[in-house]
């Protein structure tokens, strides 16, 4: 079956270090996106892809950046860890700008 | 400016209907999707409405007002594992997803 997978799970990390979280999806969806997750905001979007070597900055794409090198992977980058990136990351994606997301399990990240 | 809100509790009984609204103000609107998460996991979808009018899918069903910019998901029957959060989301102009901050629903027995 196919799926879209998140690693790792969870993660602790230090103020100021570089951290990278995984997604890899083999739906063959050309549609990924990174949203966090935190108390009181709900689901904000981070960043977005609609095919390789496209990339688009969401709402809350601050001290953040993606790569789409091919269709399965959508990395996502912390280039300086803060505590306020203390966080649940959701990878998603999706076949067509009207289809319903697909969501991976989430990485919890801590930074301390 | 986008806005969408939604109740951030509700409560309800075992057997019982609940109606979760959902209202919005956004740039454009291509859609409405509503999501249930339950605690520590993903959001799955639930529902899709682009047209006025109400969607049918089991015990759920949900209703879309374009004009109104307003939404409900109505549950029936409700079981206990129907609590959980549910995510109120409009594709805007640009398609892209902005969600709500979810109701969370708690069903006693």
């Known amino acids: 079956d196919a799926e879209i997978t998140q690693s790792p799970r969870h993660k602790i990390t230090e103020t100021g270090r570089q951290v990278t979280l995984a997604c890899h999806q083999t739906w063959n969806h050309n549609n990924m996106f990174w949203y966090r997750q935190d108390l009181g905001h709900g689901l904000r979007l981070i960043h977005y892809?609609?095919?390789?070597?496209?990339?688009n900055k969401g709402e809350v794409s601050d001290g953040y950046s993606v790569s789409r090198s091919n269709t399965e992977d959508l990395p996502l980058t912390l280039e300086s860890a803060a505590s306020s990136q203390t966080s649940v990351y959701f990878c998603?994606?999706?076949?067509?700008?009207?289809?319903?997301?697909?969501f991976g399990n989430g990485t919890r990240l801590t930074v301390t | 400016g986008q806005n969408i809100d939604q109740p951030t509790e509700m409560t309800a009984t075992e057997g019982a209907i609940v109606q979760i609204n959902c209202t919005y103000q956004?740039?454009?609107?291509?859609?409405l999707f509503w999501y249930q998460q339950h605690a520590g996991e993903a959001p799955t979808f639930l529902s899709y409405?682009?047209?006025?009018g109400l969607e049918e899918k089991g015990r759920f069903s949900s209703f879309l007002s374009r004009s109104k910019g307003y939404s409900y998901l109505l549950l029936k029957e409700l079981q206990m594992k129907d609590s959980a959060s549910y995510l109120c989301?409009?594709?805007?102009?640009?398609?892209?997803?902005?969600f709500g901050t979810g109701t969370r629903l708690q069903v006693f027995p």
């Open positions: 989301a409009v594709r805007d102009y640009t398609d892209k997803l902005i």
């Open positions: 409405n682009v047209l006025d």
């Open positions: 956004t740039s454009g609107f291509n859609g």
């Open positions: 998603a994606s999706s076949e067509s700008k009207n289809s319903p997301l697909h």
């Open positions: 892809s609609y095919g390789v070597q496209d990339t």
